[in-house]
């Protein structure tokens, strides 16, 4: 019983370098998130997606692209990262209660 | 816009103390309301939650309270543990904007032997 699985766990990166976090999810929910998390600043959300197709900003959507790519994934992408992306990353899914949360992904960025 | 405010840690108790982490928020429909937890390295946990006014989550010996008429949603526990030690996060669940999730900003609770 997996729940939510994040991919990489770790990851460092240069300035202007391009990656994608994946996320997935086996409890057939319709709902998906992505949140940064930050010291002193709670998670924030960045995109999410209430269903499959359908994605909407959040509230710190600036220098991110998502895909739902089925019911299952919900991509992340850094187009050009900058240092100020350095964060733990979280990916969330949701039916009609609570969400679910991966472990995070830890992103650097020099 | 809809907004979830905690107070700020961190929080310093001994053990055996009582426990209480303040959380109000903003929405503009009927909300549910949730507090996680996050243990060190970890990803969040729910802890426990409450659906409609009046409510009372409880979970290992956390309580809290759907208040609407303060719209507050306070975490309380009677006596912690060193086990404890955490950050406790208050978040809603927005039912119109589908499902949007929104948090404060966690209060960092630690608990001395």
């Known amino acids: 019983n997996a729940g939510v699985t994040q991919t990489p766990k770790f990851q460092v990166l240069k300035t202007g370098q391009s990656m994608t976090l994946q996320c997935a999810q086996d409890?057939?929910?319709?709902?998906m998130y992505w949140y940064r998390q930050d010291p002193g600043m709670g998670l924030r959300l960045i995109y999410y997606s209430a269903s499959e197709g359908t994605t909407d900003k959040g509230e710190v959507p600036n220098g991110y692209n998502v895909s739902r790519l089925n019911k299952r994934e919900f991509s992340l992408r850094l187009e050009s990262a900058a240092p100020s992306q350095t964060s733990v990353y979280f990916c969330?899914?949701?039916?009609?209660?609570?969400?679910?949360f991966g472990d995070g992904t830890r992103l650097s960025i020099l | 816009g809809d907004s979830v405010t905690q107070m700020e840690g961190p929080v310093t108790l001994s053990e055996e103390a009582f426990l209480t982490i303040n959380c109000t928020y903003t929405?503009?429909?009927?909300?549910?309301l949730f507090w996680y937890v996050q243990y060190p390295g970890e990803g969040l946990q729910l802890l426990l939650k409450a659906t409609k006014a009046d409510d009372k989550g409880s979970n290992k010996g956390f309580e809290a309270t759907y208040r609407k008429e303060t719209t507050s949603f306070h975490l309380e526990k009677g006596s912690v543990q060193v086990s404890d030690s955490a950050v406790y996060f208050c978040?809603?669940?927005?039912?119109?904007?589908?499902?949007?999730?929104?948090f404060g900003q966690g209060t960092e609770l630690s608990v001395k032997p």
């Open positions: 929405a503009t429909g009927y909300p549910s």
């Open positions: 409890m057939n929910h319709n709902s």
């Open positions: 969330a899914s949701s039916e009609t209660g609570h969400g679910h």
């Open positions: 978040a809603l669940r927005v039912r119109n904007q589908g499902g949007k999730l929104i």
